[in-house]
């Protein structure tokens, strides 16, 4: 396209083919107005701007607004075009981070300006118009993510703070572009631009002039305007700190900060946890057509900001002490905090595959999640999926929609044994993908990236030779809990014992002078309780977690309301029935 087609192109709104671009009706915009103000936008005029925090939510009542990536640098390019009717923004605005791109009027109108404090008590007291903003706003950015807005990472594919940022960008459903120094054409030119030496790489990239020479996690983090770390001195104290951004931290951020208890949640690398890399969940309650892992945190995480929880991210938790009935919680920065009740859900990793070859490929065409951005790096290629469960089974259909041919390799010989019967019916119609039972990953051909994979039949010994630009990895998953040994006790596989398995190994001495013993989640340590994965004997499901989650804010009340009055016996020199009952709430 020509400077004169592209300028002329500009004046033309885009077409709303996503789904992200709706428009307001004349209710909602004069609902909107009792709220914010109305004022003149003059042509040339930036609204916001790229890599800094946004102020209003704005409404288009006349006139015509350009949306920009990179305005003003060497790959400036139009992302959308709004006119009347139309609202700015992205996810950033409700969830506090900085915007990945800038908006400038480009025909004279009228705006509708809403502080974005007030719009984000606006979506969550009208639903309608909540779920239209929130959808718009989550299919705003994935396309931004699909066009490699925001930030570039500049750095080699054999580097593992290369890996280490992406990662976190990724399962931060952070906008960004990766530039391999080894294998991209702009990689030696933006080493010269910004005169960095190749020592100094992985960098981020942002506004063409902000550079971060291999920041740490923390460091991205506020650069995006991520929700802030517990910063190095004290916090003080909170009623809840939950250890876990998953469903069932999120859930537990949820109802602890809505029954008024003040909440603090803290994960060490994004909220979401593993379901936040399914591509598509099918059997939640109600979400009858499915929804996407990521999709669903989202709406999570400003759920628990409505409520005010407060939410931090990165923030890895590495000591838990019990303290004057309280406890301390020690953070890998040396900060601290005290809670009168501790949630673990801190959930699991996805086990590695150890193969030769495949250790080098990790981060570069061996993943352990299956979501956008992965699905991004292997258009049109074969790929394989190793796997036997729900996760596996879902990665497969959502990459089928990407690559030429999903070979999904199963040890066992039967799909049905740890899959749902809907996936496998799925699995088994689409002409994409390939089951291979009885099938093992023996090792992985490639230099720079993958390109073959043998395997094997483990019942006949046979090896067959499959192509394949991508592997991923769901061949189950191990707690986190390496930081709990020798706090409280844990089964032998690490995961946490709660209720009757904590009852049986917890110290009579610390649960004598309660008159009771641990509740259903409740861990060896009194006022301590764990949701979701991390938990022995959960059921390994997102409404799962998200029920203990809940539920674990009601057994916190119960310990609350109990630690006084059964320290000592009763009026009657009677002491209560030890566990008592939960109560409804």
């Known amino acids: 396209m020509s400077a004169a087609e592209h300028k002329h192109a500009a004046f033309r709104e885009t077409p709303d083919r996503y789904g992200a671009f709706p428009r307001l009706t004349p209710e909602q915009l004069l609902d909107l107005t009792a709220h914010g103000e109305r004022r003149r936008a003059a042509v040339g005029e930036v609204l916001f701007c790229e890599g800094q925090p946004f102020r209003e939510f704005l409404a288009i009542l006349s006139g015509t607004v350009e949306i920009l990536h990179d305005h003003g640098g060497p790959d400036e390019r139009t992302v959308a075009v709004h006119g009347p009717g139309r609202f700015l923004g992205e996810l950033g605005l409700l969830e506090g981070q900085a915007a990945f791109d800038t908006a400038v009027v480009r025909r004279a109108g009228e705006i509708l300006a809403v502080p974005v404090e007030q719009q984000r008590a606006l979506v969550g007291r009208d639903p309608v118009l909540g779920d239209l903003i929130l959808r718009a706003y989550l299919s705003r950015r994935y396309l931004l993510i699909g066009l490699g807005a925001g930030f570039r990472i ?24 990766w530039v391999d120094l080894e294998r991209d054409k702009d990689a030696e030119a933006l080493l010269r631009r910004f005169a960095i030496p190749t020592e100094e790489t992985p960098v981020v990239l942002w506004k063409g002039d902000r550079v971060l020479r291999n920041p740490s996690n923390a460091e991205l983090a506020r650069l995006i305007g991520l929700p802030a770390p517990v910063p ?3 916090t003080g104290r909170c009623d809840v700190l939950v250890v876990g951004a998953g469903p069932a931290g999120l859930a537990a951020s949820v109802y602890g900060a809505s029954d008024g208890l003040t909440t603090v949640t803290v994960d060490a690398v994004a909220t979401g946890g593993q379901a ?59 900060s601290r905090a005290r809670a009168g009740a501790v949630v673990l859900a801190s959930g699991v990793w996805y086990r590695r595959l150890e193969r030769p070859g495949l250790e080098r490929l990790e981060g570069i065409s061996v993943y352990y999640a299956a979501t956008v951005h992965e699905a991004s790096l292997c258009e049109a290629d074969p790929v394989a999926v190793v796997g036997g469960g729900n996760s596996a089974g879902q990665a497969a259909l959502f990459l089928a929609n990407h690559a030429s041919k999903v070979h999904l390799l199963v040890r066992g010989g039967d799909l049905n044994a740890d899959m749902s019967r809907y996936l496998v019916d799925q699995v088994e119609q689409h002409p994409r993908i390939e089951v291979l039972l009885h099938t093992e990953v023996r090792d ?142």
């Open 154 to 177: 500049l750095g080699s594919c054999y580097s593992p703070d290369t890996v280490r940022l992406r990662e976190f960008a990724a399962r931060n459903r952070l906008p960004h572009r």
């Open 232 to 234: 190095s001195s004290d």
């Open 276 to 334: 936040a890399t399914s591509s598509r969940i099918e059997n939640y309650l109600g979400f009858p057509s499915g929804i996407s892992g990521g999709e669903l945190i989202e709406r999570a995480v400003l759920q628990a900001h409505k409520f005010g929880a407060r939410l931090m991210v990165p923030a890895q938790v590495t000591g838990l002490t019990p303290q004057d009935d309280e406890y301390a919680v020690t953070f890998s920065d040396g």
């Open 444 to 585: 992985a051909g490639g230099e720079e990236k993958l390109e073959s994979l043998t395997v094997e039949d483990n019942t006949s010994g046979e090896r067959r030779e499959l192509q394949a630009s991508a592997l991923f990895v769901f061949i189950g998953a191990r707690p986190r809990t390496e930081w709990l040994k020798g706090v409280l006790a844990l089964d032998e596989k690490g995961f946490v014992l709660t209720g009757a398995d904590a009852r049986a190994v917890a110290d009579a001495n610390r649960w004598a002078s309660l008159g009771r013993d641990p509740m259903l989640l409740e861990t060896t340590l009194p006022g301590v309780f764990a949701a979701g994965d991390v938990r022995s004997g959960s059921v390994k499901r997102v409404a799962s977690a998200t029920g203990e989650g809940a539920m674990a804010i009601r057994l916190v009340h119960e310990h609350r309301e109990r630690r006084g009055n059964l320290v000592t016996a009763g009026p009657e020199g009677r002491r209560p029935v030890p566990g008592g009952s939960v109560s409804s709430r």
